[in-house]
Nanobody
Framework: QVQLVESGGGSVQAGGSLRLSCAASGITYCMAWFRQAPGKEREGVAGIRGDGRTTYADSVKGRFTVSRDNAKNILYLQMNNLKPEDTAMYYC??????????????????WGQGTQVTVSS
């Protein structure tokens, strides 16, 4: 069983930055960030395999960076140049299989409780 705990959300103005963290207990290989805004479907944001290979949604490429500290089993999401449309609940997720696609979300076995990110214009 893997437990995931997110932190680092908050409220910022457009153009600002935030860094999210996700502390994992247990064995993980693929770790990823998802987000869900009110009234919208959950969408994949970024994923990273245990070997460091990353995947990003087109909407965040060039603005967000996913990374992980394997020794500490922590996942990060550095978010720069935030936009109001980035406002959502952000979730950390993981599984132990090789592929680290960020869609569909149902392939992920473990989920955190989420951390809210609000970007004002």
């Amino acid at each position: 069983q893997v437990q995931l705990v997110e932190s680092g959300g908050g409220s910022v103005q457009a153009g600002g930055s935030l860094r999210l963290s996700c502390a994992a207990s247990g064995i993980t290989y693929c770790m990823a960030w998802f987000r869900q805004a009110p009234g919208k479907e959950r969408e994949g944001v970024a994923g990273i395999r245990g070997d460091g290979r990353t995947t990003y949604a087109d909407s965040v490429k060039g603005r967000f960076t996913v990374s992980r500290d394997n020794a500490k089993n922590i996942l990060y999401l550095q978010m720069n140049n935030l936009k109001p449309e980035d406002t959502a609940m952000y979730y950390c997720a993981s599984h132990v299989r090789f592929s680290c696609d960020i869609e569909p979300s149902r392939i992920y076995d473990y989920w955190g409780q989420g951390t809210q990110v609000t970007v004002s214009s």
